[in-house]
């Protein structure tokens, strides 16, 4: 029997900041030609799990006021990905332990495999 692992597990494993090797689907809505390719990632890291932004949510504007004048600060659409609303992450690749190149956005549901195990869709 194959080994298998949750959809649940990888998405913990990605947020801890774990290393990892997938492969998984390419989709691209606005590019239907670059859609379907397999990603095979040997060591990869989320991008998200190990970087926390500097740069302040809300900004001032030169005129005394901010950008954001609801004041909440979990909607600025300039800096939230919102990976989580559509069930992606960024990686990068990792050779070592450094992370190289540029980052990569892979949607979760397209993993067909997470460190060598058979990735279970809910």
């Given amino acids: 029997m194959e080994d298998t692992i949750s959809l649940r ?4 494993w990605m947020d801890a900041g774990l290393p990892f090797s997938f492969i998984c689907c390419s989709y691209d809505e606005r590019r239907p030609k670059k859609s379907g ?10 991008i998200h799990a190990q970087t926390v932004s500097p740069l302040p949510t809300v900004s001032p504007l030169p005129s005394g006021g901010t950008d954001n004048p609801s004041g909440d600060t979990d909607t600025d659409n300039r800096r939230n990905p919102r990976h989580r609303y559509h069930f ?3 990686i ?3 050779v070592g332990s450094k992370p190289v190149g540029l980052p990569l956005k892979i949607h979760l549901d397209l993993l067909t495999r997470f460190n ?4 279970l869709l809910p």
């Fill in 9 to 12: 597990q990888c998405i913990d």
């Fill in 37 to 46: 390719k397999w990603i095979t990632g040997g060591e990869a890291v989320s």
């Fill in 88 to 90: 992606t992450r960024n």
């Fill in 92 to 94: 990068r690749f990792c």
């Fill in 116 to 119: 060598g195990k058979k990735v």
